[in-house]
């Protein structure tokens, strides 16, 4: 699902047009990047949970078996979905740590 999808379901459900729920996505998508920059964790409750980390320098190798090169230190975002049963609520078809959430009947082709 791209993000434009995403604002295409909010749009249907929050009754709003394809504009103003494409604005208010954006601003969402907008305000976690913001707070996973300043380092903050993001949590949203009975979706998941995301948070930075520190990934170390280290030296990288490619596949074929020449010298390796430096990888520097960086940041990387790590997720935890929620609560499968509380994704499951949501009607949704989802692939949570390997373990497939059936759909319910109405999901309306999630």
Known sequence: MKKSDIAVRVARQAL???AAAETAVNAVFEAVGYALAKGDKVT???FGTF??????????RTDRGE?????VEDAVVQGRAGAPDKVAQGRARVMV???????????GGV
Do not use: E, F
């Open 16 to 18: 709003l047009s394809k």
């Open 44 to 46: 949203v409750s009975g």
């Open 51 to 60: 948070a930075t980390r520190s990934r170390p320098a280290r030296t990288g």
């Open 67 to 71: 010298r390796g090169h430096r990888c």
């Open 97 to 107: 740590r390997g373990l497939v959430l059936a759909a319910a009947p109405d999901a």
